[in-house]
């Protein structure tokens, strides 16, 4: 288990979401409020459903944190679900007299099929309730955490829509990238022209009732150089972090870097040339335009790396390069025009079942992704440093860089 971990729960229209956190350092400063700011980025993005005009997401810290600052004991956190007061009776947690009809028609894509199978259960809404992304707000608080820690390192995270559908935005260089921009896009899309076909496809996939996937891209800078290690296969970043973005919903796919673009390259083309640093400009054909390095000369190393093809991780070890992931996401499983199945009740062909659904959550999903990353690296930043309070933590981060600075 790693430094930082934490835990959820909660059900979709249950009396709220629950997580605690564990492993953070002492006298963090933390309140409620900058959680709330990441909570509110999950809830908004063109294509959003219904339940977003429902919930006003706000977090409660019920321990781990004193006068604003963290104690070094687990953090709870609570967010209460407003929709709850409609849904006491069918998601009762005592007996009651006559339980709500039971949901027997999965939905394919859906948790619904495999969920009431491993379980033995008889209705599905227990599986609805726990698989829906509901869950993802308080991965949302915990990250955010998370985010906070890594602030103190001069870390940052950002994700931006690249594609929704088969829009594709034109994206500009990762160091260029104008960040405020895209807290004000509706889908966190830096090209205005794609955005606007974006928006479009999204209206026309809701008029027939169906839902459109697409893929973000998430930017990590400033992350030092030597985050995970090589020797053990647990304890490499790529792949817990390629977990941790796998773990979201819809997400189906996620690729470092160039990615899978590297497949189609020679190896010649393919592996980032190391420099001395400060470098002079080598101009050089890239796979993708976002993926020039900008973070090891920030950090004054010794050396860089004249593109970042491999995506800031070589060898399962951060190299001081900005840390750049992509997931793919596909369409909501729950369509307004639902998809054929089978009454598990009768066992005769049924349409699915539809419960109200987002048409699109690309950029929530985004969001999502920066927590889950950012849990990634607070986790290998505690790991690599660690310390019970931030002044230690961050004496050790210290000289730990002004040895790497100094090293030739």
């Given amino acids: 288990m790693g430094q930082f971990r934490f835990i959820t729960a909660g059900e979709s229209h249950g009396k709220g979401l629950v997580a605690?956190?564990?492993?953070?350092?002492?006298?963090?400063?933390?309140?409620?409020?900058?959680?709330?700011?990441?909570?509110?980025r999950r809830q908004q993005g063109y294509g959003r459903g219904p339940r977003m005009e429902i919930e006003q997401d706000k977090v409660e810290i019920i321990s781990?944190?004193?006068?604003?600052?963290t104690m070094g004991s687990p953090i709870a956190l609570f967010i209460p679900n407003r929709d709850w007061q409609n849904w006491q009776e069918a998601m009762s947690i005592t007996p009651v007299e006559k339980e709500?009809?039971?949901?027997?028609?999965?939905?394919?894509?859906?948790?619904?099929?495999?969920?009431?199978?491993?379980?033995?259960?008889?209705?599905i809404r227990p599986v609805m309730e726990r698989a829906s992304a509901r869950e993802t707000a308080v991965r949302v608080a915990a990250g955010a955490i998370a985010k906070r820690f890594l602030e103190e390192f001069g870390i940052a995270i950002h994700?931006?829509?690249?594609?929704?559908?088969?829009?594709?935005?034109?994206?500009?260089?990762?160091?260029?990238?104008?960040?405020q921009q895209v807290e004000t896009s509706l889908l966190r899309c830096v090209d205005a022209k794609a955005e606007k076909e974006m928006i479009a496809a999204i209206d026309r996939a809701k008029a027939e009732g169906d839902t459109l996937g697409g893929v973000f891209e998430l930017i990590a800078t400033g992350v030092p150089v030597g985050l995970g290690s090589h020797v053990s296969w647990e304890r490499r970043l790529d792949g817990r972090i390629a977990q941790a973005i796998m773990s979201i919903n819809a997400v189906k796919g996620v690729e470092i870097g160039a990615g899978f673009t590297l497949a189609k390259i020679k190896g010649s083309q393919a592996h980032d040339v190391i420099e001395p640093n400060p470098p002079s400009v080598i101009a050089r054909d890239s796979p993708s335009s976002s993926l020039r390095g900008a973070s090891a000369t920030k950090q004054s190393l010794p050396?860089?790396?004249?593109?970042?093809?491999?995506?800031?991780?070589?060898?399962g070890i951060s190299n001081g390069e900005d840390i750049i992931v992509r997931a793919a996401v596909k369409p909501i499983a729950t369509l307004a025009k639902p998809l054929p199945s089978i009454d598990l009740r009768s066992g005769e062909i049924a349409k699915a079942h539809y419960e109200r659904s987002d048409i699109c959550i690309v950029p929530a999903a985004g969001v999502i992704g920066e927590a889950m990353l950012a849990i990634v690296l607070a986790d290998a930043?505690?790991?690599?440093?660690?310390?019970?309070?931030?002044?230690?933590t961050l004496a050790n981060y210290h000289n730990y860089i002004s040895h790497i600075s100094l090293w030739r």
């Fill in 20 to 40: 605690i956190i564990e492993g953070m350092v002492a006298d963090l400063p933390l309140e409620a409020e900058y959680i709330n700011k990441e909570l509110k």
């Fill in 100 to 123: 709500a009809e039971p949901v027997t028609r999965p939905r394919p894509g859906h948790a619904d099929l495999a969920g009431v199978t491993k379980y033995s259960l008889k209705d």
């Fill in 381 to 392: 930043c505690l790991e690599k440093f660690g310390g019970d309070n931030l002044k230690e």
């Fill in 159 to 179: 994700s931006h829509t690249i594609a929704i559908g088969t829009c594709h935005c034109e994206r500009s260089e990762a160091i260029s990238i104008n960040w």
């Fill in 303 to 315: 050396w860089r790396h004249a593109t970042n093809y491999a995506g800031g991780i070589e060898g």
């Fill in 64 to 69: 781990g944190v004193r006068y604003g600052l």
